[in-house]
């Protein structure tokens, strides 16, 4: 038998545990291979699911909403019906410069001053059931409604009036609203600060083709006046450099102060119209956006509409303690002899009581407060033009909060009103954040809600503006 040349035994034995080695080599490269496979399936699968999760909550928000506008229908259709009861009401809004306009509804007083309110559907206050923000569930999905009246805040499109003394007013007011809007915090917002604020507003409008913004082509764009382009929505003036972002955002700051952003007291809304250059009989028009509604607006809106040294702080003040003042009984009188009759209270979203508060029914009400009632009838008249009664534009804010596993036995009870839209604002939880604003309007014999901003996913719940902030929360 012949043996190996030693030469040859020896590569033999170099090469002994090769094939092990690549067996070991191929079974990385598979294991490698399925890894990727697992994680790219998996990407996939939680990609679908999140999905799926935000169409279920874009659906649940979509339901809810239009619930809501409804529900804001049926509100009006209340109104419809209570006017045609043959009862007085509307806004007595006066326009500046003019008599009450009776296609605004300034036309009959409610009732003579100290008379008990005889048709609270005519009017848009506290006590409507759009202004308790609510709270709904769609399965796990958690649902919180604030609807907030855009009549409760001053339209800076005032400021392009074209009676220049009208404008000039409107730019006082918005720079002293800009002012108070976050009172003595830390993120309060001085004088002239405001007036750079209110100027760059009104200069982006005058002046759009200088803006640092571009002008969209629209039907609407006049080709004749290139300078001038309303704002297609308030977070527009986002972009204009002396603005920050900060400055449209809700948040409370390090000593549980309520932080708003001026979107909440200043809005471009109020003044709808719909129609050709000839409005067509029965059209509704909009009532212009001068006046804000004295039932809702808030203390910085109130207090601004006119200069400190012509109308005491006072006046304002009293206006928010006589709004929030319990609401006697009605007397009712009948053949046994007069009857009290208790308003019914409603429920809160924690479920406690709301004590109904008295409502501005007219402006003739405002003779209840003493302060109005010893100023000059020039003052008072002064006062009058820029309040009404009543709201037709509304912004819906919906937040949804969907259950995950990691916070499913979290406890779902609040005790606050802070603790809750702390809640709903929390970036611990899966929460997604719809606003729309519509316009309430009269069609014939029936309401119609027109949407003016499109459903759209904002990143900031905002937080509701409260008279007595220290005492609510």
């Known amino acids: 038998m012949k043996t190996l040349h030693p030469r040859y035994r020896q590569a033999a034995e170099s090469q002994r545990g090769a094939a092990l080695l690549l067996a070991f080599l191929v079974l990385i490269v598979i294991i490698a291979i399925v890894y990727q496979i697992y994680t790219v399936t ?82 848009d206050s506290m006590m409507d059931a759009w202004y308790t923000p609510q709270s709904t569930n769609f399965e796990d999905i958690q649902i919180r409604i604030l609807i907030r009246d855009e009549n409760s805040k001053y339209n800076i499109l005032n400021m392009l009036n074209e009676d220049e003394e009208i404008a000039a007013e409107a730019f006082d007011i918005v720079v002293r609203i800009l002012d108070k809007a976050r009172g003595d915090t830390d993120y309060d917002i001085d004088s002239s600060e405001a007036e750079q604020m209110a100027t760059a507003m009104r200069d982006h409008m005058l002046d759009r083709t200088s803006s640092d913004i571009p002008r969209p082509v629209m039907l609407t764009s006049n080709a004749e006046d290139e300078d001038k382009a309303l704002p297609l929505s308030f977070a527009e003036f986002r972009a204009l450099e002396v603005f920050s972002p900060i400055h449209f955002e809700d948040f409370f700051d390090s000593s549980d102060t309520r932080i708003h952003g001026i979107q909440s007291f200043l809005t471009i809304y109020t003044s709808p119209a719909v129609g050709t250059e000839e409005i067509g009989e029965g059209l509704p028009e909009g009532s212009g956006g001068f006046a804000v509604n004295l039932n809702t607006a808030p203390l910085a809106v109130l207090s601004s509409l006119t200069e400190s040294r012509e109308i005491s702080y006072r006046l304002w003040d009293e206006i928010l303690e006589y709004r929030n003042m319990e609401e006697e009984p009605e007397e009712l009188e009948d053949e046994e002899g007069v009857e009290e009759v208790e308003p019914e209270p409603s429920l809160d979203e924690y479920g406690d009581e709301i004590l109904p508060k008295q409502i501005f029914d007219s402006l003739d009400e405002l003779e209840e407060v003493f302060e109005f009632k010893g100023m000059l009838d020039p003052e008072k008249n002064q006062v009058r033009e820029h309040l009404q009664v009543t709201s037709d534009v509304f912004e819906v804010i919906l937040a949804a909060r969907i259950t995950t596993a990691s916070d499913a036995e979290e406890r779902l009870e609040f005790e606050s009103r802070r603790e809750q839209e702390e809640y709903f604002r929390s970036g611990r939880h899966l929460v997604r954040i719809a606003r729309t604003v519509v316009w309430r309007r009269q069609a014939e014999d029936d309401i119609i809600m027109t949407p003016l901003v499109p459903w759209e996913i904002i990143d900031n719940a905002p937080l509701q503006v409260l008279d007595y902030p220290d005492e609510e929360d």
């Open 42 to 123: 998996q990407s996939d699968a939680r990609i679908t699911r999140n999905e799926i999760t935000r169409s279920q909550m874009d659906l649940a928000l979509a339901s809810v909403m239009l619930q809501v506008n409804e529900d804001l229908a049926e509100d009006g259709r209340a109104a419809l019906a209570s006017e045609g009861d043959g009862a007085g009401g509307g806004d007595g809004a006066v326009p500046p410069g003019g008599a009450p306009d009776p296609a605004a509804g300034g036309g009959a007083p409610a009732g003579e001053p100290g008379e008990p309110p005889r048709n609270p559907d005519t009017v």
